[in-house]
């Protein structure tokens, strides 16, 4: 489809470089689509060629992965971020707001004051930021140039609850070790961050112990390693960071695959059993089901993936019900929620034992672990009526935010077991609704009257267009 959309834009326009009379129509037309990407724009012609190259040796496979990146991580455009006690927006326009815990100076402001009203970081003016993410304590930045800015603790492999990191950076900095690579994308999980760079190759800080990503490091090694074995000539388009694991969704000539590596228990590495993986393996079921991946996401303990046709595949570890099957068991590989079979799905979202689901017309479901606000379905439940911590074994439509009368494109919610979850719904027309825990002002608000939550999902004072 996308190359059909190339070459009817080709002929109607001027192309942007001089005619190559080996290429076909269809080639020139997906050559003159990919000089128009962001990310493409500023490379050298070297770099094209390498990138052609790894993507199979064609521009149509090269534009595949371009605007699959560009599908699946919002890049270019306004996003939300729910982390572990403290919040990041990224506006349409790249200037990033920060508020919540700061007790590591996450927020970026200079001090370790939390911030209960979205706030933006000053320092980084006239810095467009495309990409965020956000861990325990820290977060991660990435520009329009590709430079990556962290602040907060200063440990890039620091597990929540250790005591390295002790060290705080109060505003963002940028990362010399990364200053020769072109990030696009950054995860960060519990004992390690990866970053992603925009050929499609992985790069891991930290918890190399046992050589658990491949490589033998320490925990405050400052230093990216490439991701090696199996994806080290494959480009991968997204990467999701679990408790203690890595999903990397890549872009074959025969079609998207997704590969995951790090601890498997609970069955969250997808391949059938629980054991660790030292190095990517491909996830074999989505064959099996024939289903391509479009969308990964790594929770605490299971993931999940959206697939082109609309489906939602979930696995890993199934307490509370997280992954919509209807019960608490584990699942060891990708398996098909069956109750969304009505819904074409187009995002997902997971965090400690909760799960949403974004559909095609801006309708969101949840369900998962109910200790918290944070799945929006404890309205009734406020008013007296129904168990407001009941577990959600199946998917449940978020009336609250249907109410809104709002089309929902993107979900965030937190990802951490150390933390109270609090969730982000960003809306097509750039406004932002928040939910679940807010006692650091992560919702972008002040609570009242001694509360630590807030159950029904309400505007934060943002416009994110």
């Not at 599908?71 to 455009?77: F, L, P, V, Y």
């Not at 393996?281 to 999940?304: C, D, K, S, Y």
Request: include cysteine; charge should be negative.
């Amino acid at each position: 489809m996308c190359v059909l959309q190339a070459t009817g834009s080709f002929f109607r326009q001027p192309a942007n470089f001089a005619p190559d009379y080996e290429l076909s129509i269809s080639e020139l037309a997906a050559l003159d689509m990919c000089q128009k990407r962001a990310i493409f724009k500023p490379m050298n012609e070297e770099e094209r060629q390498e990138l052609k190259q790894r993507c199979g040796g064609s521009w149509k496979l090269v534009l595949r992965f371009l605007l699959a990146g560009e599908a699946c991580c919002r890049r270019e455009k306004s996003q939300a971020i729910a982390g572990p006690g403290h919040s990041i927006a990224v506006t349409s326009k790249g200037v990033v707001y920060t508020f919540g815990s700061n007790s590591s100076g996450q927020l970026g402001h200079g001090s370790t004051e939390e911030e209960c009203r979205p706030r933006p970081i000053r320092s980084l003016q006239g810095i467009r930021i495309i990409q965020a993410a956000a861990g325990a304590g820290r977060t991660m930045l990435i520009s329009d140039a590709g430079q990556v800015y962290a602040f907060g603790k200063d440990s890039f492999g620091e597990a929540e609850y250790g005591t390295q990191g002790t060290k705080m950076v109060a505003t963002p900095q940028l990362v010399e070790s990364l200053k020769n690579i072109f990030v696009v994308q950054a995860a960060i999980g519990n004992f390690f961050t990866a970053v992603l760079s925009r050929e499609g190759r992985v790069y891991t800080f930290s918890w190399g112990n046992d050589a658990r990503l491949g490589h033998q490091t320490e925990p405050t090694d400052l230093e990216p390693h490439p991701l090696l074995g199996a994806l080290e000539n494959i480009p991968v388009i997204q990467i999701a960071a679990g408790y203690c694991y890595l999903l990397a969704l890549a872009c074959q000539p025969s079609g998207m695959s997704v590969y995951s590596v790090g601890c498997g228990l609970g069955g969250k590495l997808g391949h059938g059993s629980r054991t660790d993986e030292k190095h990517p393996r491909l996830i074999e079921q989505f064959q099996h089901l024939n289903l391509q991946p479009m969308v990964v996401a790594a929770g605490a303990w299971h993931a999940a993936v959206v697939g082109r046709d609309g489906r939602v595949c979930t696995w890993g570890w199934g307490r509370y019900g997280c992954l919509g099957h209807g019960n608490e068991e584990c699942e060891s590989v990708p398996k098909v929620v069956e109750a969304l079979n009505q819904v074409k799905a187009v995002h997902v979202a997971t965090g400690d034992y909760t799960t949403f689901v974004v559909s095609d017309d801006g309708d969101v479901h949840s369900f998962g672990c109910g200790e918290s606000a944070s799945l929006g379905h404890n309205a009734l439940a406020a008013e007296g009526q129904g168990n407001r911590h009941a577990n959600v074994l199946t998917p449940e439509l978020v009336t609250s935010l249907k109410q809104m009368n709002e089309r929902v494109v993107q979900i965030s919610l937190t990802n951490s077991i150390y933390w109270n979850a609090h969730t982000f719904a960003l809306t097509e027309s750039g406004k932002l609704y928040a939910f679940g825990a807010g006692d650091k002002g992560q919702l972008g608000a002040e609570l009242v009257n001694n509360q630590t939550e807030r159950v029904n999902p309400e505007q934060v004072e943002i416009d994110l267009s």
